[in-house]
């Protein structure tokens, strides 16, 4: 059994009720999903309240295949405040079923830093994806209905569709396919694909939303392809948007569960960050804006993808103003950076470790671009030595950033006090709102320029000829006013996943541009993006198992 899953599991949880009764949540606001889960209603929102309370963000360097804990310090880090007498909450995504099935394993922390119940998260949970999954498949459905029998008179060109279904796994074998053989009463003949759950852009809309009126009119707005004079067709001509919100009017709730401490976390919502916003929802941040006096949130991957995405998409967006960003790093990451093979990040190597820190203070660079002050923690891990921890924090003390270790997965709230004390500081000291990297009546193109020279650090931006046809179809559409969500590769501030470090002299290359127009966004594509990933050679799956009492083991 994994050492995570046997912490989480040797944790007797508290009652929901008593646990959201932390927060002032009555026990008849909660819908209650068994003893240890419920659901809270949209109507404890209070903007006035949240003006009043504090939003920090934890991101993190470019992390190495395995990630870099940023579930793990978040939660950690929630912990730390709660021990210090501050009244925290977290405010974290859902897990993926492929991640937990493949090669990385589950998303609810790590060691003595974990939210509960493990197992109930990592698997099915509320039913939240499984609702978005539904969601986006009706759509698809009712696309392959109006192409059969044309019954709205939207002459639909099957050559033209761009929605896709979707599947809550990694399953490399449905990336591409033909859909409506077997004759006419198939249906039309087409090609198509799945793309993995998290991927698709009612998962995103879920994300954005306010509420469900909002959620109806995004719905609506999504581009589903066009028609024989090529003419944009919309979900809402499909009459689509009722339906699918019938089947998110429970998905739209956010989920309250705990700490290993027992402190409040809303997990809501689940968007990777190299091809989507990358953060939990913005209804789920603004109920634990409006019940606690701290929250603390992640978004995903590198500050360059989730961080840059939180504040210039979703803050924008919901009117939030993060004052504090907590950047995580690990000795291991910045040896792998400095040029240290894989296989070779848990021997001691403080000159690799040195050479890394380029990656750490590029990320450091942008976020006090934002206008936000970062506060760096030191993830440890039981092979760094004092002379690596050394390194770093002499480094940051040089710069005049706080480096604080974060010992949250060894000693849960014990070992993020030191964390939580200098984020609130950096709290007491903040002066102002953040800045976005862009204005969001720029053209789109100026855009993405901003978002590549100054987050990224290339020399230019160049597109395609399909990526500069699909520019002049925006433009055409109206939809310039929109924010961009670039996707683009984890393992590197280029496009280019070879080049650790902080690259210079590169330029990115847009190769072509997707429209969520319901999400309210542009998703210009650099790179090759993998929206169904497939199963390793060795997947997690094959070690997990449950006995005859439903004790799950495998879990990580």
Same mark, same amino acid.
């Given at each position: 059994m994994n050492i995570d899953l046997q912490i989480a599991q040797s944790v007797t949880p508290k009652p929901i009720r008593e646990v959201a009764g932390k927060l002032g949540i009555q026990e008849d606001a909660l819908e209650l999903y068994g003893k240890y889960k419920a659901k809270v209603p949209l109507s404890l929102i209070d903007d006035d309240k949240i003006k009043q309370h504090h939003l920090i963000l934890v991101t993190a360097i470019t992390p190495t295949p395995a990630g870099e804990g940023k579930t793990? !310090?978040?939660? /950690?880090?929630?912990?730390?405040?709660?021990?210090?007498?501050?009244?925290?909450? #977290?405010?974290?995504?859902?897990?993926?079923?492929?991640?937990v099935f493949g090669i990385k394993g589950g998303a609810t922390g790590g060691g003595h830093s974990q939210v509960i119940p493990m197992e109930d998260i990592n698997l099915h949970f509320t039913g939240d994806f499984s609702a978005v999954e539904k969601a986006n498949n009706l759509l698809a459905a009712l696309i392959d209905n109006e192409l059969h029998h044309n019954s709205l008179g939207l002459n639909l060109d099957q050559r033209q569709i761009l929605w896709k279904r979707v599947m809550d796994m990694n399953d490399r074998a449905l990336r591409q396919n033909v859909l409506g053989?077997?004759?006419?009463?198939?249906? !039309?003949?087409?090609?198509?694909?799945? *793309?993995? &759950?998290?991927?698709?852009?009612?998962?995103?809309?879920?994300?954005?939303?306010?509420?469900?009126?909002?959620?109806?009119?995004? +719905?609506?707005?999504?581009?589903?392809?066009?028609?024989?004079?090529?003419?944009?067709?919309?979900?809402?001509?499909?009459?689509?948007?009722?339906?699918? #919100?019938?089947?998110?009017?429970?998905?739209?709730?956010?989920?309250?569960?705990?700490?290993?401490?027992?402190?409040?976390? +809303?997990?809501?919502?689940?968007?990777? %960050?190299?091809?989507?916003?990358?953060?939990n929802s913005i209804i789920a941040t603004k109920t634990a804006l409006t019940l606690a006096d701290y929250v603390? @949130?992640?978004?995903?991957?590198?500050? *360059?993808?989730? #961080?840059?995405?939180?504040?210039?998409?979703?803050? &924008?967006?919901?009117?939030?103003?993060?004052?504090?960003?907590?950047? !995580?790093? &690990?000795?291991?990451?910045?040896?792998?950076?400095?040029g240290v093979a894989l296989a070779d990040l848990s021997a001691p190597n403080a000159d690799a470790v040195k050479a890394g820190l380029p990656n750490l203070a590029k990320?450091?660079?942008?976020?006090?671009?934002?206008?936000?002050?970062?506060?760096?923690?030191?993830?440890?891990?039981?092979?760094?030595?004092?002379?690596?921890?050394?390194? !770093?924090?002499?480094?940051?003390? %040089?710069?005049?950033?706080?480096?604080?270790?974060? *010992?949250?997965?060894?000693?849960?709230? *014990?070992?993020?006090?030191?964390?939580?004390?200098?984020?609130?500081?950096?709290i007491d000291q903040s002066n102002g709102a953040f800045t976005p990297t862009y204005d969001q009546q720029d053209e789109i193109p100026t855009k993405i320029e901003k978002v590549a020279t100054k987050i990224y650090g290339a020399d230019s931006v160049e597109? @395609?000829?399909?990526?500069?046809?699909?520019?002049?179809?925006?433009?055409?559409?109206?939809?310039?006013?929109?924010?961009?969500?670039?996707?683009?590769?984890?393992?590197?501030?280029?496009?280019?996943?070879?080049?650790? /470090?902080?690259? &210079?002299?590169?330029?990115?290359t847009v190769k072509e541009i997707e429209i969520a127009a319901g999400a309210g966004f542009i998703i210009p594509i650099t790179g090759t993006m993998m929206r169904m990933p497939g199963l390793p050679k060795i997947p997690a799956a094959q070690n997990i198992d449950v006995d005859d009492n439903g004790d799950i083991t495998g879990l990580f």
């Open positions: 793990t !310090v978040s939660i /950690g880090l929630t912990e730390g405040l709660n021990k210090i007498g501050k009244k925290a909450a #977290a405010a974290l995504r859902e897990p993926s079923l492929g991640p053989l077997g004759g006419k009463p198939n249906g !039309v003949p087409r090609e198509g694909g799945f *793309d993995i &759950t998290a991927a698709s852009e009612i998962m995103a809309i879920l994300c954005m939303s306010k509420d469900m009126t909002d959620m109806k009119e995004r +719905f609506g707005n999504i581009l589903v392809g066009f028609n024989r004079s090529n003419e944009p067709v919309y979900a809402r001509q499909l009459k689509a948007p009722g339906a699918m #919100a019938a089947l998110m009017k429970d998905a739209i709730k956010p989920n309250i569960v705990q700490t290993l401490e027992h402190n409040p976390v +809303f997990i809501h919502g689940g968007p990777f %960050a190299n091809i989507a916003q990358g953060t603390v @949130t992640e978004a995903g991957f590198g500050a *360059d993808l989730g #961080a840059e995405k939180f504040l210039d998409i979703k803050c &924008t967006a919901a009117g939030l103003n993060p004052e504090a960003v907590v950047i !995580v790093a &690990t000795i291991r990451a910045l040896k792998y950076h400095g990320h450091i660079e942008n976020i006090q671009g934002f206008g936000v002050q970062p506060i760096v923690a030191i993830n440890k891990f039981a092979f760094d030595t004092l002379e690596e921890i050394a390194v !770093v924090q002499s480094y940051c003390d %040089a710069i005049g950033i706080r480096a604080v270790e974060s *010992d949250g997965w060894a000693k849960g709230g *014990d070992g993020t006090k030191d964390l939580a004390k200098a984020v609130v500081e950096v597109y @395609t000829a399909k990526a500069r046809k699909e520019l002049r179809k925006i433009q055409k559409l109206g939809l310039e006013h929109l924010p961009v969500c670039v996707a683009k590769t984890q393992k590197s501030f280029s496009d280019n996943p070879k080049l650790k /470090g902080r690259p &210079t002299g590169f330029n990115i």
